[in-house]
């Protein structure tokens, strides 16, 4: 399934319990903040080498997988209403992050 | 272009500049993190109004644009790094949703 | 009650739960995005107006105390963490922002 | 200065620029999600090594500085504007852990 796809299938979810109203540019920016803040909390007091297996991890995976998916149909729905097409525009950045950062500079164009 | 192919081009862009090394979870929960709050900047101030069409300014569309592509460039990065495939996470969640938010009952389901 | 002795009595409270190898910068740094997280959810859904009286609503109060005590409460870890007077460094802050923005310029000055 | 003293310079400060009208509880709260954002930008790429000591590096210590200072300055007029007591709130926070959780049992309690 693409992005595009994603995106109708959750537009025809939101119709269907006429979410509309509720769907502002603002609320929707809001509600991905409520889940990457979600998010974070499952990764805050993990050490870094806990955080790098987290994915392995049972218990913990599904509640990732919940999140990641949270903040993915958040950012689909906010593109959506603004009209906005994420792959072009994710596209479009690469492509001039390409210029801003050349190649083998390691953390020093990370910083910029 | 879909979104597997999307976070392959991010994965390479990546590893050409060496930046594994601090593409770890927590960072790169902390990078999103830090893209969702620019992206709220630029709506934060703006009424209801204003906030629905801010997609059609001239002088706000390409920072709306770029701030959304980089909220899912680092969504794909975390998710590519955690091994999580998001489509399907997305989908997956849809799906329980469409048990958990019965259609048509507008916010009451929204604020469970 | 001044900030100081609050920041005192939070760092007594995580020494007697011996937390300090877990509150690192980092970490800290992400359990404030948690918890800002938790509070935007509480307001994402309501209208202009409800979030107006928002802290008036017996139901809604007490989540409100909650979350800003909450964000509070890092916000004061951090900062001691970091050896940061919090309230010189608004102080000092307030003292740029007078000559940042001059007064009755409205929403202008808000988006400098 | 107490934090209540700081609350009434940062709301002095809001009424000379006509701020009010945008200085709503939804606003606020996405102002507090950009100045998290800006701080956590400052973490994000140094390593748990380098987090811990970000304060005494003269470059990093003024943006520290100012982003905490910016995180606390709209976390008050928030609760300013809701009518909160911040340090009351956090108090009776601490009060409710204290029972939550018990002393000495390390990162477990943490993660409840």
């Not at 979810?13 to 998010?39: C, D, I, Q, Y």
């Not at 990764?43 to 995976?61: H, N």
Request: proline share 6%; charged share 30%; net charge negative.
């Amino acid at each position: 399934m693409t992005l595009e796809e994603l995106s109708a299938r959750q537009r025809a979810f939101s119709e269907a319990r006429a979410w509309g109203p509720w769907h502002t540019p603002k609320n929707l920016v809001m509600a991905l903040t409520g889940e990457v803040g979600e998010l974070t909390e499952l990764f805050q007091w993990l050490t870094p080498e806990e955080a790098a297996t987290a994915a392995e991890d049972p218990a913990l995976r599904p509640r990732i997988d919940d999140e990641l998916a949270d903040v993915l149909l958040y950012l689909v729905r906010l593109a959506d209403v603004l009209g906005v097409d994420l792959i072009e525009a994710a596209n479009a950045k690469i492509d001039r992050n390409e210029t801003r950062f050349p190649p083998g500079v390691g953390r020093t164009a990370l910083e910029k």
